[in-house]
Nanobody, 115 residues
């Protein structure tokens, strides 16, 4: 059974930091690409960052230089370290993966950045 569980969302002042976690079960973690997406109120869900099976990372332009995605292989957790947070980072953050031709999402964790 594939399951993704996000945690770590909180309220924080602009300029602060948070670290989100995505715990993955039911997948071959070592060969799976894991991505973070976010959805702000009234807006479309957008891609934020990806860590792929080859160990590389990719970031949306809006978060480059501020966010870091990483993976802990043995714990099967993907992290999103968010620094220098801005009010526009306020959103529900979701992790995502693909397995056997299907897409899976977690339930999301809410991040609120106040100015």
């Amino acid at each position: 059974q594939v399951r993704l569980q996000e945690s770590g969302g909180d309220s924080v002042q602009a300029g602060g930091s948070l670290r989100l976690s995505c715990a993955a079960t039911g997948i071959n973690f070592s060969i799976s690409n894991i991505a973070w997406y976010r959805q702000a109120p009234g807006k479309e869900r957008e891609w934020v960052a990806t860590t792929n099976s080859g160990g590389t990372t990719d970031y949306a332009d809006s978060v480059k230089g501020r966010f870091i995605i990483s993976r802990h292989q043995s714990r099967r957790i993907v992290y999103l370290q968010m620094n220098s947070l801005k009010s526009e980072d306020t959103a529900v953050y979701y992790c995502n993966t693909n397995s056997r031709g299907s897409t899976f999402w977690g339930q999301g964790t809410r991040v609120t950045v106040s100015s």
